[in-house]
């Protein structure tokens, strides 16, 4: 583990992770772990057992407390019908099959009791989960979420809850998904700093889009920090650093007064067009998650919407979108938007954004990004997939809407999806219901199979998406949110700037515009490569557009072209990524 520790401050250490979300923070960590939290496991000596069954009863005791507060809380803010979910939770806090069970283990066993409680209440959910009864079958979510509170309370961490967050803090992890980031109130978390995780899981592409800045893959820091610990988060860098010291806290605060007066820089130029030096226009669009996103979009001056990621209307409601829900939401950024494009995505579901509470939508999968994801979950829900098309045709009538589909595999595939597509367009037609008859559809190209058969996939397409997130997990077989290998995960692998380079020029034969909405394409290290192997339109989170424009507004496309042909040249990931740096480096001063 890397660890510094500073002569100046004996307490202080700095831990390096993977700088995930740019931005500087000072504030103080509040811990927050999930329910998946590895709990210490130890003997307890014999002469301690009494105690530790004490220990038990106590976190028992302080978490009907707790649930007891949260119940009364919502009664009075929220109704009653909700605060009787937790009626639930006491009930589980009184199970004596539960609890004697934990005790017999104990006894049994002789291990602390947080072990004895996680093995029990986990065969608990686990069996709950299998159940063919959707009512228990959500019992199990409700065991998860108390059995979590009797582990913080057991292991002496303070009450959890994201969506709770009273005060600003640091929010420390040991993981975090993509829903509970985006349930994150801006205000009230100053940064996310977490164990696992990398660049680009879709946490923290969310938390990059709320700009938040984040450092992942900090493997042990939870451990290493408490609440309220004082921390500096450096998002540039990727550095956390615990207990700094004034002159540490003067250094961060020039380098942050030195990044903002850039950033005020870089606004100020976004108001201008984005076009290069010697007069080429880019098309700069925005990624969005929510709806309420595409304001910030327009704010930042997005020539569009280039990926919306419908999965999340699914993740942060508690019961799957109905079809009119679905339009509504849609229908506002289309409308929002005109008469610009706004590119929907249909379903991205699974990998790492399983709709939580759903096992048997979504069962558990060894390898949950080859798994059952995205366009192969869609063809076989085809009813929640139909109720998501028409919504999206619907949707078309109000604006400008191009459809696109994740995860197309080939030729097939997207045969099938059009096909799904084909009779949504013939119900609506046959209720009179208007939509757009001339809506393009395009489809993402993300999967090494779809890369290597462009050629054909681009004959049935109006337009090519490359997602470069998965792509490069795919192609590198790297898996994205896996921080032990995050340093492989190489977007300028020449694998994957040769594929880049195929997958533009099938498209441009076939006169089919090229869009990029991974993170590669919201980096101005790796944007003028983008541009220069002929790339039309680069999409990516609305933060980080006056960034690139900046860039694109200092280059010429001739300059970017020679950077992409010395890079389909070079033989390995470092030099190619030392060339786009140099390119940055000479166009981009921060002082
Ligand atoms: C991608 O894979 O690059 C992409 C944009 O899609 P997502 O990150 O949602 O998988
Ligand atoms: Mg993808």
Redesign the pocket.
Known sequence: MPYRMDPSSKNEFTVQGIAASEGIAYGQVFVYLQSDVEVPSYQVEPGKRVDEIARFDRALVLTRQQVAKIKSEVEKNIGAEEAAIFDAHLMVLEDEALIGETIREFESTGRNMETCFHQVSSRYVQAFAEIDDEYLRERAGDLRDVAQRVLQNLLGQAENSLKRLAEQRVVAANDITPSECASLDRSGALAIVTDSGSK?S?AV?VARSMKIPAVVGVRDLTRRVTDGSWVIVDGYDGVVIVNPSESTLFRYGKIQERKKSFEARLLENNQLPAVTLDGVGVTLMA?IEKATEATRAKNFLAQGIG?Y?TEFLFLNSASIPTEQEQFLAYKEVVELMAPLPVVI?TL?LG?DKPLAGKADLFPKENNPFMGFRAIRWCLEHQDIFKDQLRAILMASHFGKVDLMY?MISGVGELARANAVLEECRQELQAKGVPFDVDMPVGA?I?IPSAAATADLLAKHCAFF???????IQYMLAIDRVNERIAHLYEPTHPAIVRTLQKIVEEAHQRKLRVSV???MAGDPVFAPLLLGLGVDCLSMSPAWLPAVKYLIRATTMSDARALAAEALALESASEIYARCEAFYRARVKID
């Open positions: 680009t879709h592409i990624n990926l990621r995505r991205d990998g994740p993402m993300e998406s490359i997602g470069t997130n998965d792509l909405c991974g993170e």
